[in-house]
């Protein structure tokens, strides 16, 4: 499994094979059900253009000093996420920041992954031509059906996480990387060609609008905090994927190129995703703020009555699985590479005891929809609490707790150094400057003043 000797010095870990192949697994990463089915309902809930601007911002300003930061970390350490703080600062006091990272992406990968079997089920009913069988009503109580019975999403929510393992077992360079290879070329291609179907709409006018014409009387506090949640989520950010992937990273690679070029696929895509759903939705004259049934009541209503709809439906639903599965690999590998190097396991041994727990709790999620409803924790059930603290507490503390060791406790000179390659490339001055302010102060501040916020 291990055929890293030619890339790295380093003593037989894993790593990946070529450039390409790092940025399609971070890209594949990023781009997920994040940008499927949580970007477009949080779109229509805070009122369109305005909250992706405010999006867009945090991107570029927070989220990239963010994503080198961990980074820096990663690739510096060559040590999965809990073992890179440890390593970086010996004193030992900061391997909770990993083990924080650790325990989010279990929460995560939780409900994530039964929100994967939802997709493997809907495409399974987009092949059985479901959809045509009825109308909004009968969409929407097909799936809270569906998503509250007490087995069939658990199945779904099985063969999703085995697929997930599967790859994973495979190894960085022989699994995720050669799967991202080949599938995110492929989800590209198909969003791009229902992007087109759903623009070419009569009637596409008014959700182009809804996306690039902002409406700020539409935004209130908690627009900031879910546009910075939706950073994180969608970027993947403090939740130690960075740090785990860039562990894998040769040092001749320039990783301000490699984190641009994630944030911009990360953002082309969730615009793609935008044009391919609210032209549509308008189109059809339904209201955009459905929240989370968006993707799964109101896109099937609307596959029901397109021209070819129902090839539209399965090319949508493949692409929703090839997302999320690019997605839950990495979770599951920042996971398993803490096991392996903390435990001293065996990769297949570290996968199958995460899969056992990511199921247990993944089982609880899907339940929550159904059975155990009434098990609710500070008002809201598991499978919410999971997103909330996944998204909105742990991602922003692990976030927040990278640019300060990252900023404050390695420091300038350490940053410039893994920039620039041990000066093997050149990057400006002003570069770097600008990137420590917005690591040291504008990153930790903006984390703080928005989660207070929330809390008000
Ligand atoms: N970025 C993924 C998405 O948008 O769906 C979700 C995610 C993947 C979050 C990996 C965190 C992570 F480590």
């Known amino acids: 499994m291990n055929d890293a000797s030619n890339h790295h010095t380093h003593t037989g870990r894993d790593s990946f094979g070529s450039s390409f192949g790092i940025l399609v697994a971070l890209a594949g990463s990023a781009v997920g059900l994040g940008n499927l089915w949580r970007f477009p309902y949080l779109v229509g809930e805070n009122g369109g253009a305005a909250f992706i601007l405010i999006y867009l911002a945090f991107v570029f300003l927070i989220g990239m000093p963010i994503m080198l930061s961990e980074f820096v970390v990663g690739r510096r350490s060559q040590s999965s996420a809990r073992g890179a703080y440890q390593k970086l600062a010996p004193d030992g006091k900061w391997g909770f920041a990993g083990s924080l990272a650790i325990v989010c992406c279990i929460l995560i990968l939780s409900f994530y992954s039964v929100v994967g079997g939802w997709g493997i089920e809907y495409l399974f009913k987009a092949f059985r031509f479901d959809f045509t069988k009825g109308d909004q009503a009968a969409l929407s109580s097909m799936f809270s059906t569906f998503a509250s019975s007490s087995w069939q999403p658990l199945i779904c929510h099985t063969l999703f996480l085995l697929a997930s393992g599967i790859i994973v077992i495979l190894g960085v360079k022989n699994g995720i990387e050669r799967f991202s290879k080949v599938m995110m070329p492929v989800l590209f291609v198909i969003m791009i060609g229902i992007a087109i179907r759903s623009l070419t709409l009569p009637g596409a006018r008014e959700g182009i609008e809804y996306l690039f014409k902002p409406d700020w009387s539409a935004v209130t506090a908690d627009t900031f905090l879910d546009a910075l949640g939706q950073a994180f989520f969608s970027l993947s950010l403090g939740s130690g994927m960075v740090i785990t ?19 911009i696929a990360d953002t082309l895509f969730a615009m793609i995703a935008g044009c391919a759903i609210m032209p549509a939705v308008f189109a059809f004259g339904i209201s955009p703020g459905e929240g989370p049934g968006l993707v799964f009541i109101t896109l099937p209503h609307i596959f029901s009555q397109l021209p070819f709809g129902g090839v539209i439906a399965i090319l949508f ?79 922003l503390a692990g976030g927040l707790l990278v640019v300060i060791f990252a900023g404050w406790k390695l420091g300038r000179k350490i940053i410039h150094d893994e920039l620039s390659n041990s000066g093997a490339l050149k990057i400006p001055v002003w570069f770097v400057d600008t990137l420590s302010f917005l690591i040291r102060f504008l990153a930790p501040v903006a984390i703080i003043v928005i989660a207070v916020f929330q809390w008000i």
Do not use: H, P
């Open 317 to 395: 639903f493949v692409a929703l699985l090839l997302a999320a599965l690019t997605s839950s690999i990495s979770l599951l590998e920042v996971i398993v590479a803490f096991s392996i190097e903390e435990f001293k396991m065996k990769r297949r041994t570290a996968v199958m005891l995460t899969l056992v727990v990511l199921w247990v709790l993944g089982c609880l999620c899907s339940l929550s929809q159904g059975v155990l409803s009434d098990w609710k924790f500070f008002g809201k059930t598991v499978f919410d609490l999971f997103d909330f603290v996944s998204a909105n507490v742990l991602m």
């Open 245 to 263: 992937y860039g562990s894998y990273v040769s040092r001749k690679e320039n990783i301000v190129s490699l984190s641009a070029k994630t944030a």
